[in-house]
Nanobody, 117 residues
Framework: EVQLVESGGGLVQPGVSLRLSCAAS????????MYWVRQAPLEGLEWVGR????????EYADSVKGRFTISRDNAKNTVYLQMTSLKPEDTAVYYC??????????RGQGTQVTVSS
């Protein structure tokens, strides 16, 4: 069974950094793109970025480019989202996904990030 478990969210002030983690199991982790997607209150899902299975290539939404970095540790089956210079508009539930855009996407339970002074 594919499982994804996000952690690391919290309430932070604008301008600070936060790192989210997503522990994966039940599939060949190193062979899959991994995605971060967020959902702000009363909004739809917003694709944040993705990272290739080998960790060498990543892509980001314009809204987070230059502030967020996705990385992964294939030995630990874990993908990370390093967020810097956080803004109130980054407030959302953050999900990691495998298979985003495919026939059977799977996501974790999500972790709440709230950016507020």
């Amino acid at each position: 069974e594919v499982q994804l478990v996000e952690s690391g969210g919290g309430l932070v002030q604008p301008g600070v950094s936060l790192r989210l983690s997503c522990a994966a199991s039940g599939f060949a982790f190193s062979e899959e793109w991994m995605y971060w997607v967020r959902q702000a209150p009363l909004e739809g899902l917003e694709w944040v970025g993705r990272i290739h299975g080998d960790g060498r290539h990543s892509e980001y939404a314009d809204s987070v480019k230059g502030r967020f970095t996705i990385s992964r540790d294939n030995a630990k089956n874990t993908v990370y989202l390093q967020m810097t210079s956080l803004k109130p508009e980054d407030t959302a539930v953050y999900y990691c996904y495998v298979g985003w855009g495919g026939r059977h996407p799977v996501r974790g339970q999500g972790t709440q990030v709230t950016v507020s002074s």
